[in-house]
């Protein structure tokens, strides 16, 4: 619903929200949607034949019956439902989630997407993301790419933390994470239990992506603090073999095979590297951590131990980000446009500013 | 200069800045000013006689005269030249700077302060903060009251990390300090040197502050993630006590002698502590750092190791912040009001919005 149209009512009612994707990361928000007050689920979408028509609540594991339909034709429940917002899980790069937000946005729906391209679309695809901005404008709704990573931990936190540096030389940002506490599709996209044959093939193919967003994250970095990137240097993924057999709840991984990847992205300005992201996930990882060093004035270590959890981080801040998309000005925004990042721990009516 | 007259303009030339205090902090923010581009210091005001006429440039030891003589009489500077911004650096305390405030708000100027209380002035005084509020608004101006701590340290970021959380059962922030590390002005503010009997005695008569804005900090949070505080627990300011003879380069504290002091405050929810600040500054502190610990969902144990510098940082956030208030709408803001906080690396007329 367009925010001019019905400002009193909006501040009373419940926020009307539509879920689309209800896989893995669309579930966990789901679950955390119904935990708030002042929010609705007024209607799902997902592409799986399986979900069709079932009822949202068996599909995400509540064990109650929501009363909401799952449909697999958006447009079908776009002709039965109005919502203020869509939340929005299904791929995570811009050319397939497009078409999908276009739609949202001409029924005049606000969009939260967890697609990582999404969190910072210029440089996936400039003239698509121009395409987002104009359109939303129109229709005067706020669209969104978020999550924990791209969107918060090497992006959006060191932004905030460069806020009290009165020069930088260097950021370096890392994530390292022990996937046996992940689930299993995590581990599956990371490569774990590959041949490293294997690894490499599937990564060519595109069969597995590793974390995808370090390009968006280092854009953001570099937009945020008004600097002209010469370019983004992302290094070829690499595997990390399993150096003795390591084991996860799901997967036993021997010695010699892939545990998981280690991947790294360079910002270059001026032929030197301004920005140093790395992420490393893999099966057995010691210790796990996110970690941010800033060499300026002051120069700044900070060390986030162990790191945070990736799924319900992500599910939070999408949820936590609703009032504030619902609050921004139309348009296609990125999380260094948006006041900063809060918990939603009351009612979400309370965070809506009377427009 | 209003904002909404000659936008062309002020996007073309430097942005005028006053400077209002030309103390140890005002002397580091004139000097961060006099490194970044698209800013123009015009005039400067300093309450003490033996500023009042002398160069700029010479008060803050830059070496060079910058052709702006420090005013004692605020009015007579405000009728010879006309500014976009005042960065305002005189007192701790809102009653003491609130007539400053006003004057500079009636002059149409955007104002950024150091004072402590004006970082979330509500708590201080709730009517005087809605009067600069609504002042501010009339003149079509923004008002901001930031630096390290409060500003950032114990309220911001801890904000900023409770984006990534499902819910939370309580936050701890610790800020310790080494304060031989510090300037001699901060390490009197702390007591460092006195008896134990000086420092109550002077503490009791207000000679000494120690660190101003805990309360702040914690009422900042709890707007920030919308939570009914049922009230701000400061507990009395404790010495620490040196256990053997410990030195700055300025000063050496024998054993028994006050080192400097602990302070600490609770916010409290239906009777239970949700929020908890420790600040301890002392000369001789073995391990200087800033810690956030979220007891959520997820968890978040952060660590900033040392302690970011106070003086670097704040002179570095609110030079920062300076497009941020000219982009902001009018009227009193806090931190968690504006956008992300980010470093201004390039020309500061870069990060302008056409409005």
């Known amino acids: 619903m367009r925010r001019d149209l019905e400002e009193t009512e909006s ?17 966990q928000i789901a679950r955390l949607i119904l935990k708030k007050k002042g929010l609705k689920i007024v209607g799902a979408i997902d592409a799986s034949p399986e979900k069709a028509k079932r009822d949202l609540g068996e599909v995400i594991g509540v064990k109650k019956n929501l009363g909401v339909s799952i449909f697999q034709d958006p447009e079908k429940l776009f002709s039965t439902v109005d919502a203020d917002i869509a939340v929005h899980a299904t791929s995570s790069f811009l050319r397939d989630v497009y078409p999908q937000l276009i739609s949202l946005i001409e029924h005049d729906l606000n969009v939260i997407s967890t697609c990582e391209e999404l969190s910072y679309p210029y440089v996936a695809d400039a003239s698509l993301a121009s395409n987002l901005d104009e359109l939303a404008v129109e229709h005067g709704v706020t669209v969104l790419g978020t999550g924990v990573n791209p969107g918060f931990l090497m992006d959006t936190l060191p932004i905030v933390l460069s806020g009290v540096c009165q020069e930088i030389r260097h950021i370096r940002v890392e994530r390292v994470i022990d996937a046996a506490k ?160 809060s918990a939603v721990m009351d009612d979400v009516r309370r965070y809506l500013e009377a427009h």
């Not at 951590?289 to 939070?316: E, F, R, W």
């Open 182 to 341: 992940r689930r299993l599709q995590f581990q599956k996209k990371i490569g774990a239990g590959l041949s490293r044959g294997e690894f490499e093939k599937m990564m060519a193919e595109k069969k597995i992506t590793g974390h995808v967003g370090l390009k968006q994250s280092i854009a953001m970095i570099a937009d945020a603090l008004g600097l002209n990137l010469q370019r983004i240097d992302v290094k070829p993924v690499k595997p990390i073999l399993a150096e003795k057999t390591v084991k996860s709840r799901e997967i036993s991984v021997d010695s010699g095979r892939v545990a998981g990847l280690m991947q790294s992205a360079h910002g270059i300005i001026d032929g030197r590297t301004f920005v140093t992201l790395v992420f490393k996930a893999y099966i057995g990882a010691e210790e796990e951590y996110d970690s941010i060093s800033i060499d300026g004035t002051p120069s700044i270590q900070q060390k986030i131990k162990p790191c945070v959890h990736g799924d319900l981080a992500t599910a939070a801040i999408v949820v936590n980000s609703i009032p504030k998309v619902i609050n921004a000005p139309s348009g296609l925004k990125t999380m260094k446009d948006l006041p900063v990042p």
């Open 11 to 27: 501040m009373r009612r419940e926020l009307k929200v539509i879920l689309y994707g209800v896989g893995s990361i669309g579930s």
